[in-house]
């Protein structure tokens, strides 16, 4: 996995157009910048790194250019040069741009940090999952990466409001089932009045009686 550090530097040299570091390369910035904790730089070592980098590779592509001797396979018949079967080769486009998952996964969470977004580390291998590994143009890359995202955070919606709905579908069968029971409770507190009530009725017809034979 990598370190705070080594994902920071990335990310800054890939937006001044630099990449193609090792991870040796990494950590010899690091030595050079005496930066011990990999997991908390400091933003001065941060910015000492990709200047040392952005050097290095200016090193690398400063070499003295040799000129090349052309020379052809002329044939016996008609002096045109061949080209061997092996030499044919498709060009790849140049200014081509390739990551590795860990890059693209240092993109995402940069670009979601930069918005105000903190992005678990299973969140972030679900985005870079449907991001391709290579860009014609780093317009296309960060197209790419933003509709991951805004596609996440549909996704992230939707789910939260089908828990919500969820929730609200328990709640009212919580309270339709209270009100079963309270009105269940009621009748029977009802039937229990009436009976009463008849009971009450029934005493006072028989008590009319008894007087009303005493007086006669």
């Known amino acids: 996995?990598?370190?705070?550090?080594?994902?920071?530097?990335?990310?800054?040299?890939?937006?001044?157009?630099y990449q193609g570091f090792t991870k040796d390369d990494y950590t010899s910035a690091a030595i050079a910048v005496e930066c011990d904790d990999l997991d908390n730089p400091t933003k001065d070592q941060l910015s000492q790194a990709v200047d040392y980098l952005r050097e290095k590779a200016s090193n690398r592509l400063s070499v003295?250019?040799?000129?090349?001797?052309?020379?052809f396979l002329v044939g016996a018949d008609d002096g045109e040069p061949e080209v061997e079967s092996n030499q044919l080769t498709v060009a790849e486009p140049e200014n081509q741009i390739v990551l590795t998952d860990l890059e693209k996964q240092a993109l995402v969470r940069d670009i979601a940090q930069g918005a105000g977004i903190e992005l678990k580390a299973a969140d972030v291998k679900q985005i870079t999952v449907?991001?391709?590994?290579?860009?014609?143009?780093?317009?296309?890359?960060?197209?790419?990466?933003?509709?991951?995202?805004?596609?996440?955070?549909?996704?992230?919606?939707?789910?939260?409001?089908?828990?919500?709905r969820r929730k609200a579908d328990e709640i009212r069968q919580t309270l339709a089932e209270?009100?079963?029971?309270?009105?269940?409770?009621?009748?029977?507190?009802?039937?229990?009045?009436?009976?009463?009530?008849?009971?009450y009725k029934s005493q006072f017809a028989d008590l009319a009686l008894s007087f009303a034979g005493i007086i006669d």
């Open 1 to 17: 996995m990598s370190d705070k550090f080594t994902n920071n530097v990335r990310a800054r040299l890939y937006k001044q157009g």
């Open 64 to 71: 003295t250019d040799e000129p090349v001797e052309e020379t």
């Open 130 to 164: 449907s991001i391709a590994s290579t860009f014609a143009s780093r317009k296309e890359l960060n197209e790419a990466i933003f509709n991951a995202l805004v596609h996440f955070a549909r996704e992230f919606k939707n789910q939260e409001v089908s828990k919500i």
């Open 178 to 199: 209270m009100d079963d029971v309270a009105g269940s409770e009621l009748t029977q507190i009802k039937q229990a009045m009436e009976a009463t009530a008849l009971d």
